[in-house]
Every structure is written in structure tokens, then in C-alpha cells.
T-cell receptor
Framework: RKEVEQDPGPFNVPEGATVAFNCTYS??????FFWYRQDCRKEPKLLMS???SGNEDGRFTAQLNRASQYISLLIRDSKLSDSATYLC?????????FGAGTRLTVKP | GAVVSQHPSWVICKSGTSVKIECRSL??????MFWYRQFPKQSLMLMAT?????????EQGVEKDKFLINHASLTLSTLTVTSAHPEDSSFYIC???????????FGSGTRLTVV
């Protein structure tokens, strides 16, 4: 089983749609969790950390379920500029483990 | 915010030559630097972890004699791809952890093409 698993997609959605990504992780002792965004041929950039109580940043909501070992990212009112690959990242004792990423394309 | 400067952004080299990639932390000290490789349409794969003043830790399957990592100061870590071959062509990227729960800062990546 992979350490961090994501549905690779692609997700093709119209502008304004709500889209959700899930990510599962194998190490129950994982300490911290993040969602990164990666544009084509660019470095990943931190989108948001994921806190146990769930957190929201504008149109983005992240949630963590430790019991089921998954994290989620919800994007509301999607924009064309949201088109990117979203990487789930899990911190295992200061080692970052990446999911393969979920490709999102938002269409007019 | 914290910045990791990575150079070069892209490089084309001949088979058998060596290529050095530098990552510098600006405005902060990076005691640890992670080095990743990413093939097209694949995830970032951790190659090794460098720690200032000590030997790097390599992931299973990564040849330490081929991918030389040096972390001589708190602001500079380097990855040298020795005797490069076409199969080493990839996107190499470094990242350094931030304090607290602020994730990691990535360099801008180096696209290596070996011909």
C-alpha cells in the first residue's frame, strides 16, 4: 500500500462548481498534513495546512479524519485559475511524503 | 516569507558529465534540506535528506555515489548528479522545512536533460 494515496483524476469541472479531493495515508502516527498546489513545470506551493479541527481559507476547506486516516480538500466556486495539480502531503517524523497528485481542470 | 533559491533552473548536459544543483535558503537557516525528483506526470519522490554538517540520508534505491549531496553550511545544500545518463533526465527540486506547522518551502526546481 502506498504511503499517501490520491485519486489522480483528472477532474474536469465547470467554473463555479464545487469539487472535493480525498487523500488517505498509511501511517497512523503521521504528525502534520498539508495540501500543496503544483502548476505544470513549477515547484509545489503550499495551499494550506490541515488542522485536526478542520480549517477554511476563503473558498478552500481542509479537513482531517485521523480515525480513518484521510484528509480532504474542498474547493467552492471554482475558478479557471484553480486548474492545477493538488498534492496531498503527509509529514512522517519530518519526512514529507507526497501523494501522486490530483489533476483539476476548471473549464469556462 | 522564507525563500529557497535553486539554480540552475534548467540544464542540458552530455552523457557522462556531472551537474551540480544548488539550493540556498534566503533569510533563514536550513539545517535540513530535502531533495526530490519528479518524472513527467508522476509525484515528487524523495531522494535524500541532507543535514548541515553531517552525511545525507538516502532513500532506498537512490545511489549515494551517483547523487552526491553536500550541506556544508546552514544556507547551502548542493546535489551533484555524477556521470549523468539520459534516464537521469528529470525535474529535481529541493525543499526546506519551516518552523512551526508552516509546511515546507520549495526551490523553483531544476529541469535536467541529459543528451
Amino acid at each position: 500500500r502506498k504511503e499517501v494515496e490520491q485519486d489522480p483524476g483528472p477532474f474536469n469541472v465547470p467554473e463555479g462548481a464545487t469539487v472535493a479531493f480525498n487523500c488517505t495515508y498509511s501511517n497512523s502516527a503521521s504528525q502534520s498534513f498539508f495540501w500543496y498546489r503544483q502548476d505544470c513545470r513549477k515547484e509545489p506551493k503550499l495551499l494550506m495546512s490541515v488542522y485536526s479541527s478542520g480549517n477554511e481559507d476563503g473558498r478552500f476547506t481542509a479537513q482531517l479524519n485521523r480515525a480513518s486516516q484521510y484528509i480532504s480538500l474542498l474547493i467552492r466556486d471554482s475558478k479557471l485559475s484553480d486548474s492545477a495539480t493538488y498534492l496531498c502531503v503527509v509529514n512522517d517524523n519530518n519526512d514529507m511524503r507526497f501523494g501522486a497528485g490530483t489533476r483539476l481542470t476548471v473549464k469556462p | 516569507g522564507a525563500v529557497v533559491s535553486q539554480h540552475p533552473s534548467w540544464v542540458i548536459c552530455k552523457s557522462g558529465t556531472s551537474v551540480k544543483i544548488e539550493c540556498r535558503s534566503l533569510d533563514f537557516q536550513a539545517t535540513t534540506m530535502f531533495w526530490y525528483r519528479q518524472f513527467p506526470k508522476q509525484s515528487l519522490m524523495l531522494m535524500a535528506t541532507s543535514n548541515e554538517g553531517s552525511k545525507a540520508t538516502y532513500e532506498q534505491g537512490v545511489e549515494k555515489d551517483k547523487f552526491l549531496i553536500n550541506h556544508a553550511s546552514l544556507t547551502l545544500s548542493t546535489l551533484t548528479v555524477t556521470s549523468a545518463h539520459p534516464e537521469d533526465s528529470s525535474f529535481y527540486i529541493c525543499s526546506a522545512p519551516q518552523t512551526g506547522n508552516y509546511g515546507y518551502t520549495f526551490g523553483s526546481g531544476t529541469r535536467l536533460t541529459v543528451v
